[in-house]
């Protein structure tokens, strides 16, 4: 409960249902999707409009009270909560406000499934969608959100025409590469600290109606990378990504994952796609899907999840980037280190290249090459163990060592702790600048404390 120097703000709020102390509430706020951080809010604000989040700041700013932003709680490590603070749930702003044929107007706590529904009735898409789609808009786009697309249009930063921000000490603005561009460049990929976004103008394209969908076996990680190197290098797919597998006997199977768009009857020719490819092609999962179900594919992996229990374990995730240049020798390394059990039967190794000239977000920071791949450990855990969980964590915090020692980068949706001279040493020479957009739009530094960057 607030003490008398932090009492609610507008007690209407209280009153009207927008402000919580719920046991419930607050209980859920406290932890998220990793399962291994929790921190105790002193209340939970379910704002009904963008001005509730700028009067809840502007209180907020003027007590100095931590606050943090949660759209669907899938943080992994506790970023999205705020230790004796107030949690802005930002899942009634959700409403989608405008399409057209070439963008649509979303409020931050809309979750992509719901977007992608909204575009497919109008033909369209946009052009980055994640694996898992029952992410809330603000929530990726503080981060960055890369998918299987990523290699041709960037990332879902890279495809925003504006934001709407309300910064930390109160201030509801508006940002795009023309109007508070310094704000569009310090929200997009800034992990919350300068302003929280409460909509979005979503860049969209033409849905294809149908996709082939090519899941391609490997005998070993050379000759898989070598593959998704030739498939990235003569855009033979228009979506890429790549994994290593346990295959539940103490080895590993590495796994290239192409599709191919297509519309009516105009379906890809299977010799041509697969020409060259020295994948074990007798071991080959074919399949023809519509656009949206295919894009929803791992809602099938989460009802499975869920119904085993291992949906709420905890998830230790290390997400990362790899300079092209030596990702194989890196992945190579780390791989034999590990067992089948650091990643779970249902867990995956996700590794893949990606071109950096579509990766245009000035925060989101990459290995100076032309080519990266993103090395992630998706852990799914069979057990609740805590002292398992804290084991991963502790591991993850060694291989992200090993990684930037030899050239990659964080994507920082990872479950480690992280030192501010950690994050300094991250946003490299992009520091100073996100450095100063805090002191501009967060000047009692309010926001977004999980990620302990100031």
């Not at 979503?202 to 109606?209: K, M, Q, Y």
């Not at 060694?398 to 964080?410: F, H, K, Q, T, V």
Request: aromatic residues 8%.
């Amino acid at each position: 409960m607030a003490t008398d120097n932090q009492a609610p703000p507008h007690r209407d709020y209280a009153a009207s249902g927008l402000l919580s102390y719920d046991s419930r509430d607050l209980a859920e706020a406290m932890g998220d999707f990793g399962h291994i951080v929790q921190r105790h809010p002193q209340a939970v604000f379910k704002p009904a409009s963008t001005g509730d989040v700028a009067g809840l700041l502007q209180w907020a700013a003027g007590r100095r009270l931590k606050v943090a932003a949660r759209g669907q709680g899938h943080s992994v490590y506790g970023r999205a909560a705020a230790e004796d603070g107030v949690v802005l749930d930002m899942r009634k702003l959700n409403a989608i406000r405008d399409i057209q044929s070439d963008h649509m107007v979303v409020d931050a706590g809309t979750t992509w499934d719901a977007v992608l529904d909204a575009a497919l009735l109008q033909g369209l898409t946009p052009p980055v969608l994640t694996n898992y789609l029952n992410l809330s808009v603000g929530g990726t786009l503080a981060v960055g959100g890369i998918g299987g697309t990523t290699f041709r249009h960037g990332l879902q930063t890279d495809n925003v025409i504006s934001l709407e921000v309300t910064t930390g000490d109160g201030r509801e603005l508006t940002c795009s590469e023309n109007v508070n561009s310094d704000l569009f460049h310090a929200v997009r990929a800034g992990l919350g600290q300068c302003g929280i976004i409460t909509r979005a103008t979503l860049r969209l394209i033409p849905a294809p109606e149908r996709v082939r969908r090519y899941h391609l076996l490997y005998d070993s990680l050379q000759s898989l990378t070598a593959d998704m190197r030739g498939a990235l290098a003569d855009r033979r797919f228009d979506y890429l990504q790549g994994a290593i597998l346990p295959d539940g006997r103490g080895g590993w199977r590495y796994q290239l994952e192409g599709v191919v768009f297509y519309d009516g009857a105009a379906a890809p020719d299977e010799k041509t796609v697969l020409a060259g490819l020295v994948d074990q092609r007798e071991a080959a999962d074919i399949s023809d899907l519509a656009y949206g179900e295919d894009a929803r594919a791992f809602a099938r992996l989460e009802n499975r999840l869920r119904s085993n229990g291992q949906w709420f374990n905890p998830h230790p995730w290390l997400l990362t980037f790899l300079p092209n240049s030596n990702a194989e020798q890196i992945a190579g390394d780390i791989l034999s280190g590990l067992t089948n059990a650091d990643v779970g039967p249902f867990g995956r190794i996700t590794y893949y290249p990606v071109l950096t000239e579509e990766m245009r977000t000035p925060l989101l920071r990459l290995p100076d090459e032309s080519v990266v791949f993103p090395f992630n450990l998706v852990r799914i855990s069979t057990s609740s163990d805590a002292k398992e969980a804290a084991d991963m964590v502790a591991a993850n915090r060694a291989l992200y060592e090993r990684i930037r020692n030899a050239g990659g980068l964080l994507y920082p949706v990872s479950a480690f702790p992280m030192s501010r001279d950690d994050w300094r040493d991250h946003f490299g020479s992009n520091w100073l600048a996100l450095a100063d957009a805090r002191r501009r739009y967060d000047p009692q530094g309010i926001l977004t404390p999980g990620y302990e960057l100031f």
